[in-house]
């Protein structure tokens, strides 16, 4: 059983316009949610994050929110730019113990 | 930044040989490190956890036997494949825990290391 699921395996849209990435997660536990961009043979690039007690966070043209009674968090990319394509991975996390990824999603910014 | 390396960053070798994959902290002390495999278009799925001075601790379904984990310093773990087999070849990633990052939550990722067993 998934704990962090990442229900859309990809996502296309084209340059300019918004790129909203989902992730849904089971435990009411977790105390920070992270987002990671990652390219094939990489490690991940950690993005932005939250913790549990905020529902918003952004970064330039990063935001993540946070609906913890619905478990679920978004990333939100605007505007998206092609150099934006690459596959993005939530991941959750408590009290130091490993992060736990979802499937991720696969961006692909068109220009 | 809290800064981890991984190597080698890709490595064949033999069925039946052994591979040893090093994952350091070059700026501060990881208390902790995570060792994650990742197959092709698939998640990151943790295989285990390693305390400096202590066994690591495995997640169900990997072989410890298998994939020894050896973290004897603050700044150094290794992985060894033991005896791989074609079916070991993978993505393996390192993270290390213990940096001062705030945003991250002092997480720090390897850059991973590619192995293909032939």
């Known amino acids: 059983d998934q704990q962090v699921k990442q229900n859309s395996p990809s996502l296309s849209v084209q340059e300019g316009r918004i790129s909203i990435l989902n992730c849904d997660y089971t435990n009411s536990m977790f105390d920070y949610f992270l987002w990671y961009k990652k390219y094939p043979a990489e490690g991940p690039t950690f993005l932005i994050s939250i913790s549990s007690i905020k529902d918003k966070n952004e970064d330039g043209r990063f935001t993540v929110f946070l609906n913890k009674s619905a478990k679920h968090l978004s990333l939100h990319i605007v505007p998206s730019q092609p150099g934006d394509s690459a596959v993005y991975f939530c991941a959750v996390g408590q009290a130091g113990t490993a992060l736990i990824f979802g499937k991720g999603t696969t961006l692909s910014v068109s220009s | 930044g809290a800064v981890v390396s991984q190597h080698p960053s890709r490595v064949i070798c033999k069925s039946g040989t052994s591979v040893k994959i090093e994952c350091r902290s070059l700026?501060?002390?990881?208390?902790?490190m995570f060792w994650y495999r990742q197959f092709p278009k698939k998640s990151l799925m943790l295989m285990a956890t390693s305390n400096e001075g202590s066994k690591a601790t495995y997640e169900q379904g990997v072989e410890k036997d298998k994939f020894l984990i050896n973290h004897a310093s603050l700044t150094l773990s290794t992985l060894t494949v033991t005896s791989a087999h074609p079916e070991d070849s993978s993505f393996y990633i390192c993270?290390?825990?213990?940096?001062?990052?705030?945003?991250?939550?002092?997480?720090?990722f390897g850059s991973g290391t590619r192995l293909t067993v032939v």
């Open positions: 993270s290390a825990r213990g940096g001062s990052g705030v945003t991250n939550y002092g997480y720090t």
């Open positions: 700026d501060f002390q990881a208390t902790t």
